[in-house]
């Protein structure tokens, strides 16, 4: 099992990188070249949720990608460190409003990866979330020289 690790500020112009690295680790795993379009949407999606998280939160640890190649499926973790419970007696009138819509904006980018993905977890807790996405990989054919 190969994986390459990123970790990158919390800034939306570091977005793109993690997505090129995502398909160009992808088409090395042997992601099927029709669905690595997909892999890119869905790991810039997660990418700019967990930076969003990041600056709303003012949380200063860099967002964690791991890029996981398995003998039949290629993985790919991105975690953040914001945390996903705000117990109610610290949620004032004006800033219930602002978690309604930041936690419909994260259902929004939630409901874009499971589109995009057909296996992908999502756990979150007091220290932080992790979406894993998974997609089938064949190893590249070795072809004769």
């Given amino acids: 099992m190969a994986t390459v690790e ?3 500020s919390a800034l939306p112009e570091h977005v793109r990188t993690a997505r090129l690295v995502a398909a160009a680790v992808a088409r090395r795993a042997g992601v099927d070249e029709a669905v690595l379009d997909e892999v890119r949407l869905a790991v810039g999606e997660a990418c700019s949720r967990a930076v969003g998280l990041h600056q709303s939160g003012g949380i200063t640890a860099p ?3 791991a890029l996981i190649e398995e ?3 290629f993985s790919i973790e991105v975690g953040d460190e914001a945390p996903h419970a705000v117990p109610a007696e610290r949620i004032s ?3 219930a409003a602002d978690a309604d819509v930041e936690a419909e904006e994260d259902e929004m980018g939630l409901a874009v990866i499971s589109g995009l993905v057909d296996d992908v977890e999502v756990t979150t807790g007091e220290n932080g979330g ?3 996405m998974t997609w089938p990989a064949a190893p590249p054919a070795v072809t004769a020289a």
Wanted: charged share 40%.
């Fill in 63 to 65: 967002v964690k990608v």
């Fill in 93 to 95: 009138r004006g800033a």
């Fill in 130 to 132: 992790l979406i894993r």
């Fill in 6 to 8: 990123l970790r990158f």
């Fill in 71 to 73: 003998e039949k499926q």
